[in-house]
């Protein structure tokens, strides 16, 4: 794949000839206790492995299968824990905007805006996140294919910001599923920017369980060495210490306790890609 330009997030370099990195953290926050607990021991996992980590919880799932579903704590209160994490465990941010109103708060907290799958051609609301300055991650749609993604680069970086990454997270494959097209990756790699697989939901069965979505999470890692091993320059994965009582996206998240294995194996596997990008 081709090399990515470089951001800078503070002292963690993002793309270019940097190490891969690793977005994860929960599908949504379900309260500040669990939050902080949860970034504190994936911060613990990442650095062990010494894999640059960046926090990611949603403060409101406004894309549910269900009207019931849990949503969030909403923005306010969302922010107000994502800023506590962020100042008390000094951690680099990521959630998710769904509307160009959210842009500017969000941004106060956040150093990485993301852009849900399903709004990655919503032209106002990119527009908005490119104005804040942040980083802004977006969610390559379902039903798009991955040239189409120069289109949405494009008006990011026409509205004066460069700092943007792309992300894949499967396309849509008959009903209920998902698939991903491992060209995906070189050819995101050649707008330049730096290259993200969302493992965890390319593995999810989008409303497979009727009220709710489903997932495959067995084939997580498998999934994950195979996009390592086309040289992105980072993984993003929704994790929980109890998937089975989540309250969004447990059955595609990773169970905590198998991801210092999981990050070990990617690690190396992305060292070794490297190198055999540089010979």
Partial sequence: MATTREISLGSVRLGGDNPLFLIAGPCVIESEAHARSMAERVAKIAFDAGVP???KASYDKANRSSGKAFRGPGPSEGLRILSKIKSDLHLPILTDIHDASQAAPAAEVADILQIP???????????????????????????????DMGNVAEKISAAGNQKIILTERGASFGYNNLVVDMRTFPVLGKFGYPVVYDVTHSI???????????????????????????????IFLETHDNPAAALSDGPNALPLAQLPQLLAHLKELSALVRRWSNA
């Fill in 204 to 234: 999810q069965l989008p409303g497979g369980q009727g009220h709710v979505s489903g997932g495959q999470p067995e084939f997580i890692e498998a999934l994950a060495r195979a996009g390592v091993a086309t040289g992105i320059d980072g």
């Fill in 117 to 147: 799958a399903f709004l990655s051609r919503q032209t106002d609301l990119l527009v908005a996140a490119a104005k804040t300055g942040r980083i802004v991650n977006v969610k390559k749609g379902q039903f798009l294919s991955p040239w």
């Fill in 53 to 55: 980590y960046i926090f």
